[in-house]
């Protein structure tokens, strides 16, 4: 008879059966020659990782993949597949064996290694038992919010997460450049009888755009109190922006937020971040240090009540700095997201016209 | 009290996992577009109900049934959208849909139909 | 049988990155090898994730005392455990992991997005996205240039 440990609970047997379900898919994926089936699978992985992440005791990362990986890849990928082909020719399985045999060479090597790891929730092993200790006991003393990964990633690794928001930056521009700023001339203007059959949609877009827009913006500001923060409320805000663009067409979203203000936009998300790093410079402190945020004599002047709790000492600037930097990753993330949904949808107006007119 | 509304709870969500799985069953079994269409719709949303529902039930009266239920109608407002959206989009492509006498077909009778409008 | 439990996320992992990889090596289609890249990154998300995790633990998110988290925490955990720490010793899983996948994924997509990108400029110039079409038609481009040029 097989004694269980007291460890194995519901909690791992979710794991093991999610991961199953991960294998499948990506088995899937391997196999099918169609790339759209491989895009909609592709998309169901990131779902499946995403439930995975919330029994993982990781919420904000949870939220992070299912936007990312439901939207802005799928549409990004589908963009891609419409410019180019839609299916993979049937490759020779002769040509197959050698990566095949690499790659399950170096994966046996790695199932070696894998086996000297801690074992799963172990909360004595190296990875937990310093840094990530030290950074859980340390918030409450000197930030003072609760999301502890939000603290992390703001506060105590600001720096990691300004040279992040400044590769999202860099890969916007890159796609900008290679794909075109969305279409140069005028649109054409849609039909003007759309249609009744596409009312549903239109009137379900009018109302959830909105709702989207707003729960972005609550998962921003609330970044701090639970899970969320500037990449998800980033993401979440380009999804609905997106929404818009496939309802009512490129024409009317490129006329509500024009190629140009999304480019300035996102330089002015990586100027906030930058631009909080140097004023902490200049007012005494090291760069991203957010104690030194305000002057002395302005911090003095804020009334404790405000936070409402006077217990401990309040931490002004690093609520202020979190605040401040949290907005420029979200004006970064969405217009970056947006000028890449621009490119992608752009040339296919673009080589549209261009055939037409052959 | 709150011991029959947990189990209570649970019973709705093992109905809404049991309905899900019926959805999925549908998808991968029916015919048609249009019928897939509609399996998948009509069980993702009343399966989603259910699960909610249990969760309301064992959530008790607090904040979270408050979030459920926005969740739910949420639910209900893109589900069917979608649902609708898809089925334009395979009229618009030009399958028609399958009308007449026909049984869901047996695996081999699937792989000895021609690869017409249905196809995959 | 415990040990292979314990440790099934590390080989989960390692046959997710195995299969990007042969992805990109042995497919042809530019676009399929980028999902395999993106295959690839998301493993190695799930590793670090799976690093991070403590068992009986919850959200990174501290749970003030008395409040509705509180309760709802203290529900579910054994009341022995209560009893003998309270919610106040709460264990919460490891942040740090956290906050670099959370990053890392939006970095991702956004990579994703220049190198299908690139994927269709060279459809573009070449008119194929299969390796081995791109690979004769730049040989042939570089001895005779090509109307672009």
């Known amino acids: 008879m097989i004694t269980l440990p007291a460890s194995i609970n519901a909690s791992l047997v979710l794991d093991i059966v999610l991961l199953v379900m991960l294998l499948v898919v990506a088995g899937a994926i391997v196999r099918t020659r169609s790339l759209l089936a491989a895009i909609i699978l592709f998309g169901v992985y990131s779902m499946i990782s995403a439930i995975w992440l919330v029994v993982m005791d990781a919420p904000d990362v ?9 939207g802005i890849s799928t549409i990004v990928l589908l963009g891609a597949i419409l410019l180019t082909r839609g299916e993979t020719e049937k490759s020779d399985w002769r040509k197959l064996i050698a990566p095949a045999l690499i790659c399950a060479a170096v994966g046996g090597v790695l199932i070696y290694a894998a086996m000297g790891l801690p074992d799963l929730g172990d909360a004595s092993s190296p990875a937990n038992a310093h840094v990530g200790r030290a950074y859980l006991e340390g918030t409450a003393k000197d930030i003072g919010v609760p999301n502890m990964v939000t603290a992390v990633l703001a506060s105590y690794r600001g720096l990691d997460t300004l040279g992040e928001t400044a590769v999202i930056f860099a890969a916007g521009i890159g796609v900008a450049l290679m794909l075109g700023f969305g279409p140069r001339s005028s649109l054409a203007s849609p039909p003007s009888n759309l249609g009744d059959r596409h009312v549903t949609l239109r009137v379900a877009a009018k109302l959830l755009i909105p709702l989207i827009a707003l729960f972005a913006l609550y998962v921003q500001f609330h970044g701090d109190l639970g899970a969320g923060g500037g990449f998800q409320a980033g993401v979440i805000m380009a999804a609905a922006i997106t929404l818009h663009a496939l309802v009512f067409g490129l024409r009317e979203t490129m006329a509500a937020i024009p190629s140009r203000v999304a480019r300035s936009v996102a330089s002015l998300g990586v100027l906030i971040y930058a631009g909080v790093g140097v004023v902490c410079m200049i007012n ?8 030194y945020l305000f002057p002395p004599a302005v911090e003095a002047q804020i009334p404790g ?11 002004w600037g690093q609520h202020a700095g ?4 949290e907005i420029g990753v979200l004006l970064t993330v969405t217009a970056t997201m947006v000028t890449v949904f621009y490119g992608f949808a752009g040339r296919t107006v673009d080589d549209a016209r261009r055939e037409a007119k052959r | 009290m709150a011991d029959i509304l947990a189990w209570a709870g649970g019973g709705f969500v093992i109905i809404g996992a049991a309905l899900s799985l019926l959805g999925a069953i549908g998808v991968l079994k029916f015919p048609d577009v249009y019928t897939r269409i509609h399996a998948a719709s009509i069980t ?11 969760l309301c039930l064992i959530a008790g009266l607090s904040l979270t049934t408050l979030k459920l239920v926005f969740i739910w109608m949420f639910v209900m407002l893109t589900t069917p959208v979608s649902a609708n959206a898809l089925a334009n989009a395979a009229f618009g492509s030009g399958h028609k849909p399958r009308i007449g006498a026909f049984q869901i077909m047996r695996t081999d009778e699937r792989r000895k139909t021609p690869r017409g409008v249905d196809a995959p | 049988m415990s040990f292979f439990a314990m440790h099934f996320n590390y080989i989960v992992v390692v046959i997710l990155l195995m299969a990007g990889l042969f992805l990109v090596f042995s497919s042809g289609n530019l676009i399929k090898r980028m999902i395999g890249l993106a295959m690839f990154q998301s493993s190695a998300a799930l590793f670090f994730i799976s690093l991070g995790k403590v068992s009986g633990g919850t959200a990174a998110i501290a749970v003030a005392p008395g409040s509705t988290e509180a309760r709802a925490l203290a529900s579910q955990l054994d009341p022995a455990y209560v009893a003998q720490v309270g919610v106040e010793g709460v264990v919460y899983s490891n942040p740090l992991p956290h906050a670099l996948i959370l990053t890392a994924i939006v970095v991702g997509v956004a990579t994703l997005a220049v190198g299908l990108a690139i994927a269709v400029r060279i459809r573009e110039a070449f008119g194929s996205v299969e390796a081995k079409d791109i690979d004769v038609l730049s040989r042939v481009e570089a001895t005779q240039p090509g109307p672009q040029a």
């Open chain 2, 44 to 54: 993702d949303t009343a399966g989603a109900s259910m699960v909610l529902l249990g």
């Open chain 1, 284 to 291: 005494g402190g090291g760069f991203l240090d957010y104690d």
């Open chain 1, 305 to 315: 009540w405000i936070l409402g709790d006077g217990s401990h000492a309040p931490h």
């Open chain 1, 322 to 325: 979190i605040l401040l930097i």
């Open chain 1, 62 to 70: 949870a939220f992070t993949e299912a936007v990312v990986g439901a």
